[in-house]
């Protein structure tokens, strides 16, 4: 069995060799703890099912003796990858189990919540992915005139260095879609398909996010005043570089509370929906200024008027 983003380990290899402790703790951190302690652990199951077909031949008590052995052995290195990475994860921003709901409006009008979720860690291909998941809703009032129901899941690697799957599920209106985005990373390609209708696929860079992953990937970094971060984003139609330029800390009050946060802003010129034809469109995104980088508030104007999004609720 390969563990994710690395090959087997030979264990007389891993017992003998620091540097390869090191690796561990190096790929513990860059995914759950309790993925890689499951990883360990079906590792360790199918090294001793290979191990003991090659000991048929030897007495009873031997083949027991070197059981125990073996098998005290892939505890104590269980044990050891999981403390790692519990240890290491600390630092992240976020983990499964943040809620993130948003009030959203339209100049001075309520008109429905954003709901943002990180869920527990998933297999795709083997291999263990980041799943987020947004909802967003229109609520009864708005429902009547334009009711929304957009649901949105977004997978990237354990590395948070690029996308995996995107899907949405999109209700506006009499609009229907229902959009995959696949990521092909052997052929750097990603399509896009609404309702099973497929359209060729388009080149990717590598560490090309969808927009969803790439805010979480963005709420990895480390922000400083007076500086740009880049990075390759698609929607499985275009392939653009999203650009957001941090301006500085500024206190924001909500209705939490007081917060100090970091102003970002956006570029949008290659973003479409509201922002499409609008001269002096503008996003501005204010995010907590400590280490979690929570999006306390965001605020948008386009030629269809001003949208704001205002945290009203977190769950950790």
């Not at 005290?72 to 990475?85: D, G, Q, R």
């Not at 929570?294 to 704001?308: D, L």
Request: aromatic share 10%; charged share 20%.
């Amino acid at each position: 069995m390969n563990l994710p983003g690395t090959a087997a380990l030979n264990l007389d290899h891993a017992l003998n060799c620091p540097a390869d402790l090191d690796e561990w703790r190096r790929l513990c951190s860059l995914v759950p703890m309790r993925v890689y302690a499951i990883g360990v652990m079906r590792y360790w199951r199918n090294w001793l099912r290979e191990f003991n077909s090659n000991t048929a031949m030897e007495t009873t008590g031997a083949r027991q003796l070197k059981r125990l052995s073996c098998l005290a052995i892939a505890l104590l290195l269980s044990v050891f990858v999981a403390a790692s990475a519990l240890a290491d994860h600390q630092n992240v921003p976020y983990q499964p189990g943040e809620v993130l709901t948003y009030q959203l409006n339209w100049e001075f009008v309520p008109v429905g919540t954003a709901v943002l979720q990180v869920l527990p860690v998933e297999i795709i291909n083997d291999l263990p992915v980041n799943h987020f998941l947004v909802n967003v809703a229109t609520n009864e009032v708005i429902d009547t005139v334009y009711k929304v129901r957009d649901r949105i899941d977004a997978y990237a690697n354990s590395g948070m260095t690029q996308s995996v799957l995107f899907k949405k599920k999109q209700r506006e209106g009499r609009t229907k879609r229902d959009v995959t985005v696949t990521f092909d990373w052997d052929r750097l390609t990603a399509q896009y398909s609404n309702a099973g209708k497929m359209r060729p696929p388009i080149a990717i860079r590598a560490g090309t996010f969808d927009p969803v992953s790439l805010f979480y990937a963005f709420r990895l970094q480390d922000l400083q005043a007076n500086s740009v971060m880049e990075a390759p984003v698609t929607d499985g139609k275009s392939l653009v570089i999203g650009k957001a330029r941090i301006y500085g800390k500024e206190w924001v009050e909500i209705g939490l509370g007081r917060y100090e946060t970091w102003l970002v802003e956006p570029d949008i010129k290659d973003a479409g929906g509201v922002f499409e034809n609008s001269q002096d469109a503008q996003l501005r995104v204010w995010l907590t200024a400590d280490a979690y980088r929570i999006p306390v508030k965001v605020a948008c104007r386009a030629s269809v008027g001003h949208f704001t999004a205002e945290l009203v609720s977190i769950r950790r």
